[in-house]
């Protein structure tokens, strides 16, 4: 393959771009709310993350630095004494979580988006940075921890085997790391009980199924617990041990449709159904940090909704669901359980957080995660159901715009990632984004997605390009029928499987859309297969299932037939396609061959690739620029409104652009 930089050329005029696309507003356009500033959805959030420390001293959360790079920042409670603990100069941070022993900050970072994330911890003492795990392409993820032993934590490592994690027992204090236990060769993942000992590991079958393997302490030799085929197998997991460490949380959807919440005897197997639900899968679940009971569990049909477990909540859960009218979550709590940090998602506002006093029963408002929404004309967001040409009922998120008559309207199908994922209800930048610049946005839970029980799940097995493709066109059909939107200006939008889709639109349904936009999304499912990280191994036969076997001469049409790339030639809508240089998950590769071959078919695209970016764009300058590339993309053909932008980039943003065929 060449060379990107020769590839590339870089300098697209944006500002041309845009005026030359934006005409008179028709007269709908002209009711629409003011435009809110595209640095305001996509750009860093003022406060986010919070996290209270084990003993309830501190507190810590997420928030840009005087050069708007995310930092973690800690406060001691009741002081005005917060600043900035880590000194990222680029990528900015996202992911930490405190050590036990309330002295230590853990954070992970990986370098320009390639996800060999690294583990580092921040002493509050001296404010010294520890890089904890080994240097090279190193993948590293935090497994767990326990407040009886405040220094240590659980990680996983690949730094034996490149395709495998083995977790290693990290001591916070002194840096050092001893093997826990070692991946026989086939296990997804690791779960300690609560005594920090490594107790349960989840495999994968070669048939695409699962096996939960047991043993009865740390030296004890593993035993099969549960074996499960494919059907089952992502919809089976385990959560947790019971405070006696006898049984464990399972969330399962063996014997039924819909993955309930169970309790399983490790010794006698009896089970019990703590909660189910017949619509949906079984979703986030409260525990009690320290007695080990699940409190509550969440449902998401629509919106999400709580089942309360346990009594001694009842009133908390009452208290905090007056609070707000958004859907909320409890995401952290000091060990002794006097505080919980909740956060409240809106269809028509920013994330807000609170303290609920467990005793007092009362809130303190903490912050909301970007200001800048508040007060401004946001759209709701609408539960809708699509039934499919075969009878499939494709739950979905309506998005229409404020202030016009939704009748008639320009339209984006925004298709989530995964696949095996699903949209939720709440503030969603995209669909904010969208419907403001004039859009009705339609967001489809396709048959494959999660969340909506197993039949739903595997109808999407091997229909990549086929029944997957087919909801997408019945829900954009579903759009124009209801008569949301201009048959002839629905336009496609995702990143990841979202690509993929976008891709699948104008190269298998060349004249349904208006144009699409892919942001990196695999073109050639085979080399797709073949470039996965090789810790990504042990959930090969998973895509043998549910996409197809690259190596059996048998499915060889099934996945030609599915990838986009070979019909390229195809393509005559307008297509964008955006890309992160270190991608891990879809490579360079994917996107540049599509790009090749539309060039060779004399075809036209516009490739954009951030070389210090990988699966999505993290850095605010990238998110910013490439959805300014797309707002004047949509704008031009589909005639929605645009915010212009001077330049030929937005400063700081490392884009290179090539167009073809322009």
């Known amino acids: 393959m060449k060379d990107a930089k020769q590839a590339l050329m870089v300098g697209l005029s944006l500002a041309a771009v845009v005026a030359t696309t934006i005409a008179a507003p028709r007269s709908s356009m002209a009711e629409l709310p003011p435009?809110?500033?595209?640095?305001?959805?996509?750009?860093?959030?003022?406060?986010?993350?919070?996290?209270?420390?084990?003993?309830?001293?501190?507190?810590?959360?997420v928030a840009p630095n005087d050069k708007n790079v995310l930092q973690v920042w800690v406060k001691t409670i009741g002081k005005d004494d917060g600043k900035?603990?880590?000194?990222?100069?680029?990528?900015?941070?996202?992911?930490?979580?405190?050590?036990?022993?309330?002295?230590?900050?853990?954070?992970?970072?990986?370098?320009?988006?390639?996800?060999?994330?690294?583990?580092?911890?921040?002493?509050?003492?001296?404010?010294?940075?520890r890089d904890f795990t080994p240097e090279g392409k190193v993948q590293a993820r935090l497994n767990a921890s326990d407040p009886k032993f405040p220094d240590t934590v659980l990680v996983a490592l690949n730094k034996r085997n490149p395709a495998l994690h083995d977790l290693y027992r990290?001591?916070?204090?002194?840096?050092?790391?001893?093997?826990?236990?070692?991946?026989?060769?086939?296990?997804?993942?690791?779960?300690?009980?609560?005594?920090?000992?490594?107790?349960?590991?989840?495999?994968?079958?070669?048939?695409g199924g699962t096996i939960i393997r047991v043993r009865d302490d740390a030296g004890s030799a593993w035993r099969d617990w549960i074996k499960a085929g494919p059907?089952?197998?992502?919809?089976l997991g385990v959560l947790g041990f019971t405070a006696d460490n006898k049984a464990a949380y399972l969330i399962s959807a063996i014997g039924r449709d819909t993955a309930a919440l169970i309790k399983k005897d490790l010794a006698s197997g009896e089970e019990t159904?703590?909660?189910?639900?017949?619509?949906?899968?079984?979703?986030?679940?409260?525990?009690?940090?320290?007695?080990?009971?699940?409190?509550?569990?969440?449902?998401?049909?629509?919106?999400?909704?709580?089942?309360?477990?346990?009594?001694?909540?009842?009133?908390?859960i009452a208290g905090i669901r007056a609070l707000n009218d958004g859907d909320f979550s409890v995401v952290n709590r000091d060990t002794d359980d006097r505080t919980w940090l909740v956060a409240f998602t809106s269809d028509r506002g920013p994330v807000r957080y609170y303290a609920w006093d467990r005793a007092a029963k009362k809130a303190e408002f903490l912050f909301v995660h970007q200001p800048k929404l508040e007060g401004l004309k946001l759209a709701r967001m609408e539960p809708v159901v699509v039934e499919s040409r075969d009878g499939l009922k494709l739950h979905s998120y309506l998005t229409l715009p404020v202030g016009v008559e939704p009748k008639n309207l320009p339209a984006v199908l925004f298709v989530h990632g995964g696949p095996w994922a699903r949209d939720q209800w709440g503030f969603n930048s995209v669909a904010q984004w969208l419907a403001n610049r004039g859009y009705a946005v339609l967001q489809v839970n396709y048959r494959g997605s999660t969340g909506y029980g197993k039949k739903f799940l595997n109808a999407g097995n091997r229909q990549w390009g086929l029944k997957m493709h087919d909801d997408l066109i019945d829900a954009r059909d579903w759009l124009v029928k209801q008569g949301y939107a201009d048959p002839k200006k629905v336009g496609v939008y995702g990143g990841s499987y979202?690509?993929?889709?976008?891709?699948?639109?104008?190269?298998?349904?060349?004249?349904?859309?208006a144009c699409a936009v892919d942001i990196v999304g695999p073109s050639n499912l085979k080399t797709l297969i073949q470039s996965v990280p090789p810790y990504w191994k042990p959930m090969r036969s998973q895509f043998d299932v549910r996409v197809g076997n690259i190596d059996d001469p048998k499915d060889e049409g099934l996945i030609k037939a599915a990838s986009p790339l070979f019909r390229a030639d195809k393509i005559v809508r307008p297509l964008l396609i955006g890309q992160g240089a270190n991608d891990p998950r879809v490579k360079q590769a994917e996107s540049e061959q599509i790009v090749e071959a539309i060039e060779k078919s004399k075809g036209k695209v516009t490739y954009v690739l951030y070389p210090d970016e990988g699966h999505g764009f993290a850095r605010p300058q990238n998110s910013i620029d490439f959805n300014a590339r797309a707002e004047a993309f949509l704008a031009k053909y589909l005639g929605g409104r645009c915010e212009p932008l001077e330049g030929d980039k937005v400063p700081g943003s490392t884009a290179e652009v090539r167009e073809v065929g322009q």
């Open 35 to 61: 435009l809110i500033p595209r640095d305001v959805l996509f750009g860093n959030p003022e406060k986010v993350s919070p996290q209270l420390s084990p003993d309830g001293k501190k507190l810590a959360w």
């Open 84 to 129: 900035p603990i880590t000194r990222d100069e680029k990528r900015g941070i996202r992911q930490y979580a405190w050590a036990e022993n309330s002295q230590v900050v853990l954070f992970l970072q990986d370098r320009d988006g390639d996800e060999n994330w690294r583990i580092n911890g921040v002493d509050l003492a001296t404010g010294s940075i």
């Open 170 to 207: 990290l001591n916070v204090k002194t840096g050092d790391l001893e093997l826990e236990t070692e991946n026989p060769g086939d296990v997804l993942g690791f779960t300690a009980d609560n005594d920090l000992k490594v107790r349960a590991a989840q495999a994968s079958t070669p048939d």
């Open 231 to 235: 059907e089952d197998a992502l919809t």
């Open 273 to 316: 159904v703590i909660a189910q639900s017949p619509e949906v899968d079984a979703g986030g679940v409260m525990v009690h940090p320290t007695k080990h009971t699940v409190q509550a569990v969440a449902f998401s049909p629509g919106r999400r909704r709580w089942e309360v477990i346990d009594p001694s909540i009842k009133d908390d």
């Open 498 to 513: 979202g690509g993929y889709a976008a891709l699948a639109a104008v190269t298998f349904t060349p004249e349904a859309f």
